[in-house]
């Protein structure tokens, strides 16, 4: 067993129980039904805290330094859990994956990632979405959740495959990747895995969508095939890559994999950030001229590209600001290997660690009045107030998001390519209502758009 390990700064580590516990359900419905506001309201009770869920025993690690023990160990916090199950539905792709075979695929599929390739990729996304807009009509009411939801699938379908996607499969791609990371979600939360076999229509959706989206993918990449060159797209990188010590590729089946995995990992999470980012800018009027002051000056009109980016700080600290408070990846899980001393306690192997970006954004300790959008917390002498570990929209160690850079770069070229142009206005009364599913969603957002 490793040692317990205490604060550096000589304080003891608070334990905690979380309040309410209902008879052999134990917190599973509040977990349920108001998951946000319980998840929140937990770090008052301790630095790490238990809950039941059922029979077991859980722990929400609620302090960043225990977040980070967690997620930098990940041989003794190992991802097991919801993500067995998420393996049978994505096959071991990079998300899923554990152990030698997570390394093994990660240092194959890191390079994809580097900002050269990046600024490749999102060549096109300004042009995609100045495409996009030019098709909106003045005065028209548009919900932006879905609006951004289709524009992103486009986006991520440009910057997989760089062309070759007529907008009716984009679009039929779109449902049934809606419907697939659904099932997944309620697949991989369902207890006893029995519903979801059963022939009932939602299920029979689920695996119609399920196999149309990979008859999908796996055409383009049968299209593409191995030999042809020159393309600058994600899938030319993955069917490209070597192990740089093995020289191993990726398989057919693996690169499928690998694709499925980007897009459920990667297009609903960016769609809602840019969602949210629409809202706070159509609700918040100071917010918005900032933003659209800066776009004019920086961009003068043009169509932004990747190298813009060092130019629009303020549009950037606003995204990040929506990150902190709308977290798109609100919880996640570990499952320990062994027995283990964690924040005053001793944790026996295969206990459920809880973390959740939302808990640790909301908290009050972490960041003062935290329910205020304040892009102001990201810039200057500010920035280092924040605890580390405190902002943690991408998690970190060896799974963090490995799409964060292309998620951030295709969020900022979007809002300045949508700001230099168009005004979002809410429609009058409309309420955000968060739905916390696989991803947390916006909900619908009718706004109307104004040509500036
Ligand atoms: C705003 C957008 C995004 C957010 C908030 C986000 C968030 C996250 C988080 C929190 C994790 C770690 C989960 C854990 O600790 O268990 C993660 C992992 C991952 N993300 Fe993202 N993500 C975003 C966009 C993307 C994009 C655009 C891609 C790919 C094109 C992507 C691909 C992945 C993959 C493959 C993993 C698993 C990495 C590994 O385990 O090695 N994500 N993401």
């Known amino acids: 067993m490793s040692g317990i390990r205490r604060p550096a700064d000589g304080l003891t580590w608070r334990t905690g129980v979380a309040p309410g516990a209902l008879p052999l359900l134990g917190h599973v419905p509040a977990l349920w039904r108001y998951p946000l ?17 059922g029979p077991n025993r859980a722990y929400l690690a609620a302090h960043p330094e225990l977040v980070r023990e967690v997620l930098l160990n990940p041989r003794v916090y190992d991802k097991g859990g919801v993500f067995d199950k998420a393996r049978q539905l994505l096959g071991n792709s990079l998300s899923v994956s554990r152990g030698e075979e997570h390394r093994f695929q990660r240092r194959l599929i890191q390079p994809a990632f580097r900002p050269a390739k990046i600024a490749a990729y999102t060549s096109a996304v300004a042009a995609d979405t100045r495409r996009v807009t030019d098709s909106w009509r003045s005065g028209e009411t548009q919900d932006i959740s879905d609006t951004m939801h289709a524009l992103l699938m486009r986006v991520a379908a440009r910057t997989l495959f760089s062309a070759g996607l007529d907008d009716a499969l984009i679009e039929e791609a779109r449902r049934c990747l809606r419907t697939v990371s659904h099932g997944i979600y309620k697949r991989t939360m369902a207890p006893l895995g029995i519903m979801e076999k059963l022939p009932t229509p939602a299920n029979r959706a689920y695996a119609r969508a399920n196999g149309r989206l990979r008859q999908i993918v796996a055409d383009m990449i049968a299209r593409r095939g191995r030999s042809e060159t020159g393309q600058e797209d994600l899938l030319a990188t993955l069917l490209q890559a070597e192990h740089p010590e ?9 690169v499928l994999d690998q694709v499925i995995t980007f897009l459920v990992a990667g297009s609903e999470t960016t769609a809602s950030t840019l969602a949210f980012v629409f809202h706070l800018m159509g609700t918040l009027p100071e917010v918005e001229k900032q933003v659209h002051a800066e776009v004019d000056e920086a961009l003068r009109d043009r169509t932004p590209g990747y190298d813009d980016l060092p130019g629009l700080p303020y549009t950037r600290s606003v995204i990040t600001e929506a990150l902190r408070l709308y977290p798109p990846s609100w919880m996640a899980m570990r499952v320990t290997t062994q027995d283990v001393g964690l924040g005053g306690r001793t944790v026996p192997a295969g206990t459920m660690i809880l973390y959740s970006a939302y808990a640790l954004h909301h908290n009050p300790a972490l960041f003062p009045d935290p329910e205020h959008f304040d892009p102001g917390r990201w810039e200057g002498d500010r920035l280092a107030q924040v605890p580390r570990g405190a902002l943690l929209p991408f998690g970190a160690g060896t799974h963090k998001c490995i799409g964060d850079v292309l998620a951030l770069t295709e969020t900022a070229l979007i809002v300045a390519t949508v700001a230099a142009r168009w005004r979002l206005r809410p429609v009058p009364g409309t309420r955000l209502r968060l739905e916390p599913k696989a991803t947390l969603e916006a909900g619908p957002l009718p706004m109307v758009l104004e040509r500036r």
């Open 37 to 53: 506001e319980f998840l929140a309201s937990l770090p008052a009770h301790g630095d790490l805290v238990e809950l039941r869920l």
């Open 246 to 254: 093995t020289g191993e590729k990726l398989d057919d089946r693996q």
